[in-house]
Nanobody, 119 residues
Framework: QVQLVESGGGLVQTGGSLRLSCAAS????????RGWYRQAPGKQRDLVASISSGGSAKYADSVKGRFTISRDNAKNTMYLQMNSLEPEDTAVYYCYHKCGPPWLLSDYWGQGTQVTVSS
C-alpha cells in the first residue's frame, strides 16, 4: 500500500505562484509513474504533469512553461511548482502514483488540495 498526502494549496491572485507537495509513504519502492491531476467543478479530472522513474517530465499544453514537476527521492516527495497562475487553473489538485509489479499495477491518489486563483 502507498499513502499520499498533498499540501500547499491555497488562494492566490492572478500571476501568483504556489508550490504543491505530495509526500509518499508505504511501499513506494516499485512506483514507476507519478504525477498531478486537477479537477475543476463540473469537469473531468485531467492530467497536469507527470514524471517517470527516470525523471522525464510531461505537461499538459495549458501549463507548459508555467508549471514544473519535480521529485526529491531522499524525501519521497513530489512537487508541482506553479507560476503565472490564471483563474483557469482553479481546481482541486490530486497527486497520483502508479505502483506495483508489472502484472499488478495499482493507482494511488492523494486526498486533493484546493487551488483557487482570483482575478
Amino acid at each position: 500500500q502507498v499513502q499520499l498526502v498533498e499540501s500547499g494549496g491555497g488562494l492566490v491572485q492572478t500571476g501568483g505562484s504556489l508550490r504543491l507537495s505530495c509526500a509518499a509513504s508505504g511501499s513506494t519502492f516499485n512506483c514507476n509513474a507519478r504525477g498531478w491531476y486537477r479537477q475543476a467543478p463540473g469537469k473531468q479530472r485531467d492530467l497536469v504533469a507527470s514524471i517517470s522513474s527516470g525523471g522525464s517530465a510531461k505537461y499538459a499544453d495549458s501549463v507548459k512553461g508555467r508549471f514544473t514537476i519535480s521529485r526529491d527521492n531522499a524525501k519521497n516527495t513530489m512537487y508541482l511548482q506553479m507560476n503565472s497562475l490564471e483563474p483557469e487553473d482553479t481546481a482541486v489538485y490530486y497527486c497520483y502514483h502508479k505502483c506495483g509489479p508489472p502484472w499488478l499495477l495499482s493507482d494511488y491518489w492523494g486526498q486533493g488540495t484546493q487551488v483557487t486563483v482570483s482575478s
